[in-house]
């Protein structure tokens, strides 16, 4: 059975997503900026082009560096709250009958099967 998660304390979750959007405004920012000079550098260096190549850029830079932050800071959210230490991860418990194998004697054969 799994342990409860660090998250279901109403305490514990109100920080970890606080972190989690202030992690997010920080990257809006970022984005932004970023969005702003490669518009600029673009313009500069770019002669004659419709004005649907810098919409698509700005919104292929900014949905690609949100899309990239918003799953790291899961990733962080998940990790630094202690949420992935209550995941039991004890796969041996599904056959009973199985014996457990020596790790250490494992070819790289066997270590990619599993």
């Known amino acids: 059975m799994a342990s ?3 998250l279901d304390d109403p305490e514990n979750a109100a920080f970890a997503w606080a972190r ?3 992690l997010m405004r920080l990257m809006m920012g970022i984005t932004l900026a970023t969005v702003v000079i490669a518009m600029a550098i673009l313009y500069k260096q770019v002669e004659e082009v419709s004005a649907h190549f810098f919409i698509a850029t ?3 830079i900014g949905f690609s560096m949100l899309l990239m932050s918003a799953l790291m800071g899961l990733v962080f959210l998940s990790s630094g709250t202690g949420h992935d ?3 039991e991860h004890n796969l041996d ?3 009973p009958d199985a014996k457990p194998k020596d790790r250490r004697k494992l070819g790289w ?3 990619a099967e599993r």
């Open 58 to 60: 700005a919104l292929g």
């Open 20 to 22: 989690y959007r202030r």
């Open 93 to 95: 418990d599904l056959d």
């Open 85 to 87: 230490n209550s995941v």
């Open 4 to 6: 409860p998660s660090p």
């Open 109 to 111: 054969k066997e270590g």
